[in-house]
């Protein structure tokens, strides 16, 4: 009987329908030749090198083929699909891909997997992924393509490797027409088909620059906008103000009526280079604006791109006269880094969300700056502090921050009032969005809900004491992309988005383009 291992080999040759070259012949017939006449196990040294060269042979020639086929696999594309693929990754609304759920662990290790072996082994997909030109149109099986936002769908069961194929050829497909088109492009081969990718970025933007609103009319909260920036301010955050969106850059703050195309200027007159990183205006119109200013010094500092810079809190009066400068500096032990979210209650209390204080969730400050108590986690349960997790003031006139317990595995996700008193959370709702949701940035109140949030799997809607919340906007839905915009929520519940399409670099830094700045207002009212 043969040795097994030796009937794998030949079935192997067998399937693969191996044909040797006559160099290979010679070679082992050479190789024979010299050879002592013995055995080793039950297999003769014949046979053995006989095998070892048709493995090796095998494998040579099954890579090779396997990575011709996959080459023959992309050149079979004709000119029209390369260029559909081209259009569709220039005109879509969204600068990544986005999906209706996250890849589990095991979808993502399996799909790294079969990527190797789709572009080595030429093992592709039965069929291909499913086009839809509406959201609505997928029904929750199998997988399928949003091209207006670049969204696949996956259904809520474990994807199989067929589903997972699809996907993968998809994204092998695209890439390779993107680099294939360019290149024709280049070289005269092909001209860019501006007429379909000017088309689809006039439907991409919907812009309104021509459509100046009425103040009368600004305060809808069904009314959604996309408008052109026509400001010349580089915008590098927003937030809403009572009446109006203040816009900030380096050392200059604006301010933009609700619903218009331009900005004028609110206030410039800093000390030295500064980022406005948080901004709170009261409903007396004072501006709170969380500073990160330029320093020489090396004490209580934060290192930014090379530079030091430390925290500062300055008051404005609504007309932008300077009442106040505050040093955080010395708060550094408390956890204060790069502040992001901060609010400021009836009483005058400033709230500041602390970035690294282990066992802190907030710092509060009187109206003067002066260190009032730092909010701790409460005892017995374990709410961990997100640097980037929201913070605001409900309808009720409570301070709300963003909780969360579990690990980065098993995020549980909710909300819970401030006890400025006890120093402590209450009222705590948790698990109001899905388990695994990152983060809730924005806490506001909205138009008829009690909140609305902004979440990296959507926007939200909730009221205190319902179950859960409701996602109104998934970001597949959003008309810009998801993460790397500024937003905030206005008054009237609507969330703003600030998009810029476009960068000049100078000096190996990037600046934003203004006139290529978009705001985005999307309702968060119910559907």
Known sequence: MRDNFEEKIFKMAADEKM???????????????????????????????????????????????????????????????????????????????????????????????????????????EGVLTMISEPEEYKGKGVAFYGDTTTFFFPEKEMNDEELLQIVDFMCKRDYSLQKVNEMIAQGEMTLPSEEISEGKENKEELTDSVILESEAIWEPSQELTINYTGDLEV?????????????????????????????????????????SALYQTKNGDVYIALMEQTNSDENVLTISGEKYKNSLWILSAEGEI??????????????????????????????????????????????????????????????PHA??????????????????????????????????????????????????IMLDIIAPGSDTDFVFWGYDGIFTYNLGDESAVNVLPPYEAPCEWEGVSYCALPDGRIVFAQCTEYRVEENAAYRIPEKTYFYYKSSLGK
């Open 19 to 125: 044909i040797l070259p006559e160099s290979i012949h010679r070679e082992v017939n050479d190789i024979l030749v010299s050879l002592p006449k013995r055995k080793i196990f039950r297999m003769t040294w014949k046979k053995s090198i006989i095998m070892a060269a048709a493995l090796v042979t095998l494998m040579s020639i099954t890579v090779s083929a396997a990575v011709g086929a996959y080459r023959e696999r992309m050149e079979a594309m004709n000119e029209q699909e390369m260029e559909d693929y081209f259009i569709q990754m220039q005109t879509s609304k969204m600068g990544v891909d986005n999906y209706n759920r996250p890849y589990t662990d095991s979808e993502k290790a399996r799909i790294k997997e079969l990527r190797i072996s789709y572009e080595e082994e030429a093992l592709f997909p």
């Open 388 to 437: 980037l997790a929201g913070l605001g003031i409900g309808k009720d006139g409570k301070v709300y921050t963003q909780v969360t317990s579990g690990d980065v595995n098993d995020y549980h996700m909710g909300i819970a009032s401030v006890n400025l008193e006890k120093g402590c959370l209450e009222d705590i709702y948790m698990d109001i969005v899905p388990v695994g949701t």
């Open 323 to 384: 009442k106040n400068k505050i040093d955080l500096s010395s708060y550094k032990d408390k956890g204060i880094g790069y502040i992001r979210r901060m609010v400021v209650d009836e009483q005058g209390y400033i709230y500041i969300r602390t970035t690294s204080s282990p066992g802190k969730l907030l710092l509060v400050l009187d109206s003067e700056g002066n260190y009032v108590k730092e909010i701790d986690i409460n005892a017995g349960d374990v709410y961990a």
């Open 236 to 276: 590098r955050s927003i937030a809403a103000g009572q009446n109006c969106i203040f816009l900030t850059g380096w050392n200059a703050i604006h301010t933009m009526e609700i619903g218009s195309s331009d900005s004028k200027l609110f206030f410039d007159n800093f000390d030295v280079k500064s980022d406005v």
